[in-house]
């Protein structure tokens, strides 16, 4: 069974840097599985924030950026602010019309 | 600008079906895209149930495969869920969500619906 796995919680203070990652149980991470992030906050639905590997969806601040690192896809946050406090969560394809959400992170700002 | 709506019935006995619709507006979903179901029980992560293209080709999770059929109606414009033999497991907000066959993403999501599983 194919399982994708993300650190269940974060800590960064404000103004700082922290990159989230998105792996799999077996196997590495690339750009044919496409990786997405989506970003929710309590109550809402998820808000599509980058899209395979490295694109920013419209109205996204060029201080989050998507990435491979190693063998994982990585989530970079740069400028922490308080708005940025949610759930992040990845999404990987992998192939032949299956897609797997991975358990989402949830990054706090302090 | 593309929006997505679910409706559906709030509450399902267990054992029976669940069935949720997910209406479209400002684009046609005879025009393309891909069009899928998302869950996420209270206080988890999400889960993807299923998608459907063009129509007629059908995705679906492989834990949930047995139980799910995703349909479309073209003329509503609207996709729907159907879930069978549902336990208090099944009990989640349930998304719909336009999804693109270029960067396999999710791009645009509906507001979601609670549906509870319980006598």
């Known amino acids: 069974q194919t399982v994708v796995t993300q650190e269940p919680s974060f800590s960064v203070s404000p103004g700082g840097t922290v990159t989230l990652t998105c792996g799999l149980n077996s196997g590495s991470v690339s750009t044919s599985n496409y990786p997405s992030w989506y970003q929710q906050t309590p109550g809402q639905a998820p808000r599509t924030l980058i899209y395979?590997?490295?694109i920013r969806s419209s109205g996204v601040p060029d201080r989050l950026s998507g990435s491979i690192l190693g063998n994982t896809a990585a989530l970079t946050i740069t400028g922490a602010q308080a708005d940025d406090e949610s759930d992040y969560y990845c999404?990987?394809?992998?192939?032949?019309?299956?897609?797997?959400f991975g358990g989402g992170t949830k990054l706090t700002v302090l | 600008q593309v929006q997505l709506q679910e409706s559906g019935p709030g509450l399902v006995k267990p054992s029976e079906t669940l069935s949720l619709t997910c209406a479209v507006s400002g684009y046609s979903i005879s025009s393309g895209y891909y069009w899928g179901w998302i869950r996420q029980p209270p206080g988890r992560g999400l889960e993807w149930i299923g998608t459907i293209y063009h129509g007629v080709n059908t995705y679906y999770n492989p834990s949930l495969k047995s139980r799910v059929t995703i349909s479309v109606d073209t003329s509503k414009n609207h996709f729907s869920l159907k879930l069978s033999s549902v336990t208090a497991a099944d009990t989640a907000i349930y998304y719909c969500?336009?999804?693109?066959?270029?960067?396999?993403?999710?791009?645009?999501w509906g507001q979601g619906t609670l549906a509870t599983v319980s006598s």
């Open positions: 969500a336009r999804q693109t066959g270029s960067w396999y993403n999710f791009d645009y």
């Open positions: 999404v990987l394809y992998m192939g032949s019309g299956i897609w797997v």
């Open positions: 395979s590997t490295n």
